[in-house]
T-cell receptor, first 114, second 117 residues
Framework: RKEVEQDPGPFNVPEGATVAFNCTYS??????FFWYRQDCRKEPKLLMS???SGNEDGRFTAQLNRASQYISLLIRDSKLSDSATYLC???????????????FGQGTILTVHP | DTEVTQTPKHLVMGMTNKKSLKCEQH?????MYWYKQKAKKPPELMFV???????INESVPSRFSPECPNSSLLNLHLHALQPEDSALYLC????????????????FGQGTRLTVV
């Protein structure tokens, strides 16, 4: 079983639609959670961190459910510019070490069309 | 400055060549990473350095040799690569883990697109 699993999509939605992505993780020692966005042939860029209480940034809302070991990303009022691959990232910190191991989900491709 | 700078952006090398990829950051981050990304796949962790010491090697072949000469620089030395090593190589940096710190995001460089011929 992969450490971090995402539905790869692709998701094709019209402008203005609401779309949700889910991601599950298998290691209960996972401690930090993020959503990254990657445009074609570019590097991943941080979209938002995911906090236990859930957090919102404009049209984007992230949720964490530790009991069920999943995180989600909701995008409201989709824009053409939201078209990208969305990567779920989980950090596992081995106890007592000074580094975290970033593990990526396989990414979900989103295409927003006019 | 939240930049991670990688050079070169593109590299074509033969299977007998020796080359190096370079990565630099000035954010004071003491954790640095090398990732390999193939087309339509997520980045895969290769190495983690913490306080300039190699902390994780994800069973990477010895033809890839990382080096962290100081807290701002990370190199990846390449020798006798195979065509299947062609990929985007990404460098990232982050703060080191501090007990109780929940969100330690990583910043990525633009990557080096490597082609082995």
């Amino acid at each position: 079983r992969k450490e971090v699993e995402q539905d790869p999509g692709p998701f094709n939605v019209p402008e203005g639609a609401t779309v949700a992505f889910n991601c599950t993780y298998s290691n209960s020692a996972s401690q930090s959670f993020f959503w990254y966005r990657q445009d074609c042939r570019k590097e991943p860029k941080l979209l938002m961190s995911v906090y236990s209480s859930g957090n919102e940034d404009g049209r984007f809302t992230a949720q964490l459910n530790r009991a069920s070991q999943y995180i989600s990303l909701l995008i409201r009022d989709s824009k053409l510019s939201d078209s990208a691959t969305y990567l779920c990232v989980v950090i596992i910190n081995a106890g007592g070490t000074s580094y975290g191991k970033l593990t990526f989900g396989q990414g979900t491709i989103l295409t927003v069309h006019p | 400055d939240t930049e991670v700078t990688q050079t070169p952006k593109h590299l074509v090398m033969g299977m007998t060549n020796k080359k190096s990829l370079k990565c630099e950051q000035h954010m004071g981050h003491r954790a640095m990473y090398w990732y390999k990304q193939k087309a339509k796949k997520p980045p895969e962790l290769m190495f983690v350095y913490s306080y300039e010491k190699l902390s994780i090697n994800e069973s990477v072949p010895s033809r890839f040799s990382p080096e962290c000469p100081n807290s701002s620089l990370l190199n990846l030395h390449l020798h006798a690569l195979q065509p299947e090593d062609s990929a985007l190589y990404l460098c990232a940096s982050s703060q080191v883990w501090v007990r109780g710190q929940m969100n330690t995001e990583a910043f990525f460089g633009q990557g080096t697109r490597l082609t082995v011929v």
